[in-house]
């Protein structure tokens, strides 16, 4: 639960930089957030959130 809510609060505060750069995904820890904030996301949704 923890590790998911910060994986989502990862994702807001630097999901725009990663869509906004394309080399990101070359990067691999902006590709470890970038999943934690997918997997928070996904988390969210499950749970009835956002």
Avoid: H, V
């Avoid at 630097?14 to 997918?38: H, L, M, N, Q, V």
């Amino acid at each position: 639960m923890t590790e998911y809510q910060e994986g989502f609060n990862a994702g807001l505060q630097f999901g725009a930089t990663w869509f906004d750069c394309p080399y990101t995904e070359f990067d691999p820890i902006s590709a470890y957030k970038r999943r934690k904030w997918f997997d928070g996301f996904e988390a969210a949704q499950r749970k009835g959130g956002a």
